[in-house]
């Protein structure tokens, strides 16, 4: 075992590059038949499969890690994306001293409870403390102008970009109560969750993330009926029920990988991408709502962060309370 990755995490990672390659394949044909008459179709779905390779290699890396890098990977990603929400923020100059307390301490603070193990700590701090603290600090600075929809955007920001991104390394830690002989004789440290974690981690990953997958390429191939025109026109009732069926399927596929039966895995599959969907629903309407087309330009293809992340903070936050009150 490699920090917390074991032997079938490898496996999984495997699995993982023998589907990038094959994608990488199709996708170089593609371009080759078209002799430099790419279409933007192909060139866009050029920059998926290269920034899926990055990412792909990132998390495989953070993993190896440990638990600490883990966490530290996170919180970058929530800077990251607390930065892009930010651009789009309607604040004024009398919120920044607020803005210092959202970006610069509460969340290492929320991090460090995490790290530190300390969940009564970690579950309280944003949505209890911080939804309190923030907007009164807000008022002591004297602008009621637009008060309400900036302290609104503020605490949604916190909230999606640091409060649920930070449930997604909080799985590492579930299975520290049902650690079995094996994991703790390979060595897995105290408190925990050792390799299970990891594979938990992993398996939402790769079901919700797959889920994003193939509602994309059946929207694409036989998508008729927009699902919410108004929202992500892009979005079809084909690629929504394609999609949703097949990242079910492989989730079910994948209870190996966890304490999970088959069948409940599919059913957590299924619920994590229905949740997965509405994550994707909810940031292009907030998209749409700011005039953009992306939060960012930091990967290639998808975006920026909450481009890439929206499904997993909507899902992260009920797989890991599900489990917890159903297996810990």
Request: charged fraction near 10%; glycine fraction near 10%; hydrophobic fraction near 55%.
């Amino acid at each position: 075992m490699i920090g917390l990755l074991d032997a079938q995490a490898g496996q999984v990672f495997l699995g993982v590059g023998g589907v990038l390659v094959v994608a990488s394949v199709i996708t170089g044909i593609l371009a080759v038949r078209l002799k430099g008459r790419e279409s933007s179709l192909v060139s866009n779905l050029k920059q998926r499969v290269g920034a899926w390779w990055i990412m792909a290699a990132i998390l495989a890396l953070v993993l190896m890690g440990g638990e600490t890098v883990t966490l530290v990977f996170f919180l970058v990603l929530s800077f990251l994306a607390l930065r892009e929400f930010l651009t789009i923020l309607p604040t004024s100059h009398r919120d920044h001293k607020v803005l210092v307390w959202l970006v610069f301490v509460i969340p290492p603070l929320n991090y460090y409870f995490l790290w530190d193990h300390s969940y009564g700590f970690f579950s309280v701090l944003i949505p209890v403390y911080a939804f309190l603290f923030l907007p009164a600090r807000n008022a002591w600075a004297g602008q009621t102008e637009g008060f309400l929809q900036r302290t609104a955007t503020i605490q949604w920001a916190l909230m999606v970009c640091v409060y649920a991104m930070s449930y997604l390394p909080a799985i590492l830690q579930l299975p520290a109560a049902m650690t079995t002989g094996r994991e703790a004789a390979e060595g897995s440290p105290p408190g925990s969750g050792g390799p299970m974690g990891a594979h938990l981690l992993l398996f939402l990953v790769l079901v919700v993330q797959g889920s994003d997958v193939f509602q994309y390429i059946w929207g694409k191939t036989i998508g008729r009926h927009p699902i919410a025109p108004s929202v992500s026109p892009n979005k079809t009732v084909e690629g929504f029920l394609g999609g949703i069926l097949t990242a079910t399927a492989l989730g079910a596929g994948l209870w190996w990988l966890t304490p999970f039966s088959p069948v409940a895995a599919a059913g957590l599959s299924l619920v994590c991408c229905l949740l997965g969907f509405a994550g994707g629903l909810v940031m292009s309407a907030v998209k749409r709502d700011r005039g953009i087309k992306d939060f960012g330009n930091l990967i290639a293809g998808h975006g920026g962060i909450m481009d890439r992340m929206d499904s997993l903070v909507f899902s992260a936050p009920v797989f890991f309370h599900l489990i917890r009150f159903f297996y810990t």
